[in-house]
């Protein structure tokens, strides 16, 4: 019922730009906040940032100052800028919807979108 739709991944050099985007659709209910994480080959899933729908923001310290994160709560969609790219930032980049549902909270994934990186 509730599906999350990544665009924006892709090929890019280092120093390069990406603009991540994650539409939300379906049975949206109470959005508590919107994030992305990634997972490189060998590693563990880790957060990138993630945005409230108050609009407050956090970030990997890995990621400050270069990625950015936004929404726009009318589209329940959410952007991830990505400047200064570096190799290290390469991996399957995943959406994640944070929900409540009467005082129950769920979490959904998007399917992942590849950023690689070359040097």
């Known amino acids: 019922q509730v599906q999350l739709v990544e665009s924006g991944g892709g090929l890019v050099q280092a120093g390069g730009s990406l603009r991540l985007s994650c539409a939300a659709s379906g049975s949206i209910k109470r959005i508590n906040a919107m994030g992305w994480y990634r997972q490189a080959p060998g590693k563990q899933r880790e957060l990138v940032a993630t945005?409230?729908?108050?609009?407050?923001?956090n970030y990997a310290d890995s990621v400050k100052g270069r990625f950015t994160i936004s929404r726009d709560n009318a589209k329940n969609t959410v952007y991830l800028q990505m400047n200064s790219l570096k190799p290290e930032d390469t991996a399957v980049y995943y959406c994640k919807l944070d929900m409540t549902v009467l005082f129950s909270k769920y979490d959904y994934w998007g399917q992942g979108t590849q950023v690689t990186v070359s040097s």
């Open positions: 945005i409230t729908s108050g609009g407050s923001t």
